[in-house]
């Protein structure tokens, strides 16, 4: 049995790749998070304007503020909903490679349990080869059979 892995090269790949996954859902959820972060600075600002009008100049003004504001907080739900989808996305790929790599690395460790296997196996033998030249040996010395 080949003592090193067979597959190593194609198991740092995995990993590189679980890590190139990693790295883009963690990118995905922090857009996802920062359009929350705006989301929520941009209801806040819309409960902050005011209320009472002096006239119908400033009710006007009042009116096309709110209309803006709530647009744009429209605009970034529906940009908050395609974030949400890109991290669902993300989640999927890092699951993928992340099997990938498990899978792998399972083999590999089943690799390792029949290396040690077969260095115990070459031990005993030089063991039990060592015991039964002695075990001659020690027959010769004492005058053959009994």
Do not use: C
């Not at 409960?47 to 119908?56: H, K, V, W």
């Amino acid at each position: 049995m080949a003592r090193t892995f067979a597959l190593a090269g194609l198991l740092r790949l995995r990993h590189l790749q679980q890590d190139q996954a990693a790295g883009d859902l963690a990118a995905a959820n922090a857009v996802a998070q920062a359009n929350a972060a705006r989301r929520a600075d941009a209801r806040a600002g819309l409960q902050r304007m005011p209320s009472t009008a002096n006239g119908a100049d400033m009710l006007s003004t009042i009116a096309a503020a709110r209309a803006s504001a709530r647009s744009m907080l429209a605009d970034m739900e529906a940009l908050g909903r395609n974030y949400q989808v890109a991290v669902g996305e993300a989640q999927v790929a890092f699951d993928a490679t992340r099997a990938d790599s498990v899978r792998l690395e399972k083999l590999e460790g089943r690799h390792g349990a029949l290396v040690v296997a077969e260095d115990l196996h070459r031990e005993q033998t030089v063991l039990d080869e060592i015991a039964g030249a002695g075990w001659h040996r020690n027959r010769s010395v004492d005058g053959g059979p009994r």
